[in-house]
């Protein structure tokens, strides 16, 4: 039986996968450190203290699919207490500067400034994971295939070569000194789209994990359908359109946002969307919607046993 839970860390990605016949545990995405505040009855929990709660001590994997702080972030309350036998990026900065303490220019923009201190906890989390003799895996292939036990096995995608390289440029100008604030609001700009994409599979179940990913980039290729879809960047009106719903056809879609957006986040026109499409909707927090429940939970969680997947409040 694979266990799917997809941990209520407010507006950020955490999600938990394990077989239960195997001590197989893998993480995507790890949520920020702050979770922020909910309403009184909310159940919001880190990444770190959910993997507690569940007495994970080891992952098998860990994936960081992009380094915006709502998915990387947590990697400072969540490597004190887990081992990672393996861990996944699409972006490692030169070797020298792992565990080094990095701070933004006074004065940047929002967007510049939170993805250094985005980067300050990564790299620091990169040194830990060394001193753990962890295997570090840079992704940079566009499309690859992995079998992560018997029954589990994961398509792992990058939309855009051009993307990721220019990430890694602009980082490793910013890290050494050569790059600009004006380059890391740049960057905040297109990094969604650097997100490593997972596809998995199990018992006839197929699982689309995209990162935040719009739905512009990918659904440009042939996509083979799917059961449940983590929707990319937490249901803004750039994570679907009806080209790629008719293509992947979920029945299930699972939207990682927090309950107190002032925004458009999830976007009416996106539920509205996976209504027409007759996709039952779960969102991570307790966001009222018609079209969910809004009982407060600490995870959403997906079982599939048999073939058949079902789903849970946890």
Same mark, same amino acid.
């Given at each position: 039986?694979?266990?799917?839970?997809?941990?209520?860390?407010?507006?950020?990605d955490?999600?938990?996968?394990?077989?239960?016949?195997?001590?197989f545990?893998?993480?995507?995405? *790890?949520?920020?450190?702050?979770i922020?505040r909910?309403?009184?009855?909310?159940?919001?929990?880190?990444?770190? @203290?959910?993997?507690?709660?569940e007495?994970?001590?080891?992952l098998?994997?860990?994936?960081?699919?992009?380094?915006?702080?709502?998915?990387?972030g947590?990697?400072?309350h969540?490597l004190?207490?887990v081992r990672?036998?393996?861990?996944?990026?699409n972006?490692?900065p &030169?070797e020298?500067?792992?565990g080094?303490?990095?701070?933004?220019?006074?004065?940047a923009p929002?967007?510049?400034?939170?993805?250094?201190?985005?980067?300050?906890?990564?790299v620091k989390?990169?040194?830990?994971?060394?001193?753990?003799?962890?295997?570090?895996?840079?992704?940079?292939? &566009? *499309?690859?295939c992995?079998?992560?036990?018997?029954?589990l096995?994961?398509g792992v995608f990058?939309?855009d070569?051009e993307?990721?390289?220019?990430q890694?440029?602009?980082w @490793?100008?910013?890290?050494?000194?050569?790059?600009?604030?004006?380059?890391?609001e740049?960057?905040?700009?297109?990094?969604?789209?650097?997100?490593?994409?997972?596809?998995?599979?199990?018992?006839g179940?197929?699982?689309?994990?995209?990162?935040?990913?719009?739905?512009?980039?990918?659904?440009?290729?042939?996509?083979?359908?799917?059961?449940l879809?983590?929707?990319p960047?937490h249901?803004?009106?750039?994570?679907?359109?009806?080209?790629l719903?008719?293509?992947?056809?979920?029945?299930?879609?699972?939207?990682?946002?927090? @309950?107190?957006r002032? /925004?458009?986040?999830?976007?009416?026109?996106?539920?509205?969307?996976?209504?027409?499409?007759g996709?039952?909707?779960?969102f991570? /927090?307790?966001?009222p919607?018609?079209?969910? &429940?809004?009982? &407060?939970?600490?995870?959403?969680?997906?079982r599939i046993?048999?073939g058949v997947?079902?789903?849970? @409040?946890?």
């Open positions: 039986m694979l266990l799917v839970d997809f941990i209520n860390v407010g507006y950020g955490a999600i938990l996968l394990r077989e239960t016949e195997t001590p545990a893998m993480l995507v995405d *790890c949520g920020d450190a702050r922020g909910s309403r009184p009855d909310g159940r919001r929990i880190t990444a770190a @203290d959910y993997l507690r709660r007495g994970i001590r080891e098998d994997l860990l994936v960081l699919t992009h380094l915006h702080l709502d998915h990387a947590g990697l400072t969540l004190p207490g990672v036998r393996e861990f996944w990026t972006y490692l &030169p020298e500067m792992w080094h303490t990095l701070s933004a220019v006074p004065g929002a967007g510049a400034r939170c993805l250094m201190t985005s980067m300050g906890i990564y989390a990169l040194a830990h994971l060394r001193s753990q003799k962890t295997e570090i895996r840079l992704i940079r292939t &566009p *499309c690859d992995r079998r992560l036990t018997e029954t096995s994961a990058l939309e070569e993307l990721r390289l220019r890694a440029s602009i @490793d100008a910013v890290l050494s000194g050569a790059g600009s604030s004006g380059d890391l740049a960057l905040d700009g297109f990094i969604n789209n650097t997100s490593i994409r997972l596809r998995l599979s199990y018992a179940q197929e699982i689309e994990l995209p990162g935040d990913v719009y739905a512009s980039c990918w659904e440009r290729h042939q996509l083979p359908p799917c059961t879809i983590k929707l960047h249901g803004h009106g750039d994570a679907l359109t009806s080209r719903l008719e293509m992947l056809r979920p029945r299930y879609a699972v939207i990682s946002v927090s @309950d107190d002032t /925004d458009d986040c999830p976007s009416k026109k996106i539920i509205q969307l996976l209504s027409q499409f996709v039952e909707c779960f991570t /927090d307790a966001v919607c018609q079209y969910a &429940p809004d009982q &407060p939970h600490v995870a959403i969680r997906f046993e048999k997947l079902m789903v849970s @409040d946890v």
